[in-house]
C-alpha cells in the first residue's frame, strides 16, 4: 500500500494521489494535453519518459487504480458543457486511488470540483473518509472539517442541492504516472490503460462489473505542465504517432451505457461496445 505522505523533496502535486489522512484544501491549475495510442507502443513511451523524468513513488510496480464516481444533474448539465467546448466548465467527483476492491467506510477519497477556465484546468479538492464524502454527497450534510475547508465544501454542498446532482457514471482505470524534477518540476505525465466503467451500483467499493468505455488497444496519456509542456515531450509524442484528441472519461462512461449518442469528439466503437471486464481482473487496480 503506498506511503500516506509524499516522497521528501517532493511536493503534494508532484505525489500524485498520495493516500492522505484528511487534511488542508489542495488545489492545482494546469494546462493540460490529451493523446490517444496504442497500448502496444506504452513500453516505447515509457521506457522515453523514465529517461528524463521520474516515476511517481506511488506507482511503482505497474502502476495504481484510479476509480472515479462523477456527480451532474438529469439532463447532464456537465456532460454537455464539456461536449459544447464551454470557455468556463466544472465537473463533481469522488475519487479513490489503489484497489477498489479494499475500500470501505473508513478509506481516504477526494472530493474535487474540476474546471475548465479558457486553457487552464483547475482542481480543487478535499480528502475524506469514505463515509464522511457519502455523507456529504449523497446525503447533503456538511460534515466535520477543517477550518480552511468550509469554503470549498459550502460550494460543493451548493452544487449538490442548486442542481440537484446525483451520480451518474462511475470510471476506472490503471495508470501510470512520471513527473518532473528540476526545473520541470510541476510537470507530470500519466498513462492510462484499461478505461472501463459502470452505470450503477456507485458504491466505490461495490463488486461490480465494469465494461470497457475505451477499446483495450488504445491508453490515455495526458500531459500536465504549470506553464506549457516541453517541447522534447510534445516531439517525442510526434514520434510516436500519438494523436492529440478531445476526450473526457467521464463523457466516454455516459456514452458507452447509452445515456446520449456517441460524440463525434470521441473514441469509436471499433471493438464491441461495453465488453465486459471481469470482476476478477479488476482487482489488480
Known amino acids: 500500500m503506498p506511503s500516506a505522505r509524499p516522497a ?20 492545482f491549475n494546469r494546462y493540460e494535453i490529451k493523446y490517444l495510442m496504442p497500448s502496444s507502443a506504452v513500453p516505447a513511451l515509457r521506457k522515453e519518459l523514465a529517461s528524463r523524468l521520474d516515476v511517481d513513488s506511488h506507482g511503482v510496480g505497474g502502476g495504481y487504480g484510479v476509480w472515479s464516481v462523477y456527480y451532474d444533474t438529469r439532463d447532464l448539465r456537465f456532460y454537455w458543457e464539456k461536449i459544447e467546448g464551454l470557455r468556463f466548465r466544472r465537473k463533481l467527483r469522488v475519487r479513490h486511488y489503489g484497489d477498489r476492491l479494499t475500500v470501505n467506510d473508513h478509506s481516504t477519497v477526494f472530493v474535487e470540483i474540476k474546471q475548465r477556465v479558457n486553457r487552464v484546468t483547475q482542481k480543487r479538492r478535499v480528502a475524506l473518509p469514505y463515509h464522511l464524502a457519502r455523507d456529504l454527497l ?3 450534510v456538511m460534515v466535520e472539517h477543517e477550518p480552511t475547508q468550509r469554503a470549498f465544501l459550502e460550494e460543493v454542498l451548493d452544487l449538490l ?19 518532473g524534477r528540476g526545473a520541470e518540476a510541476g510537470l507530470r505525465v500519466t498513462v492510462d490503460r484499461r478505461v472501463r466503467g459502470r ?10 462489473e465494469n465494461r470497457l468505455i475505451v477499446p483495450a488497444r488504445l491508453a490515455v496519456v495526458e500531459m ?20 492529440v484528441v478531445r476526450i473526457s472519461k467521464y463523457c466516454q462512461g455516459v456514452e458507452a451505457f447509452g445515456r446520449v449518442p456517441r460524440s463525434i469528439f ?5 471493438e464491441p461496445a461495453g465488453a465486459a471486464v471481469p470482476a476478477t ?5
Do not use: I
Open 8 to 27: 521528501p523533496g517532493r511536493s503534494d502535486d508532484q505525489a500524485g494521489h498520495a493516500l492522505r489522512a484528511p487534511s488542508k484544501l489542495h488545489a
Open 138 to 140: 449523497d446525503r447533503r
Open 161 to 179: 442541492c442548486r442542481l440537484d446532482l446525483r451520480p451518474v457514471a462511475m470510471t476506472g482505470y490503471q495508470r501510470e504516472a512520471f513527473v
Open 199 to 208: 452505470d450503477r451500483d456507485f458504491h466505490l467499493g461495490a463488486d461490480a
Open 224 to 243: 500536465k505542465a504549470n506553464e506549457r509542456v516541453p517541447y522534447w515531450l510534445t516531439d517525442l509524442a510526434a514520434g510516436l504517432s500519438m494523436s
Open 266 to 270: 470521441h473514441v469509436s466503437d471499433d
Open 281 to 285: 481482473a479488476l482487482s489488480e487496480a
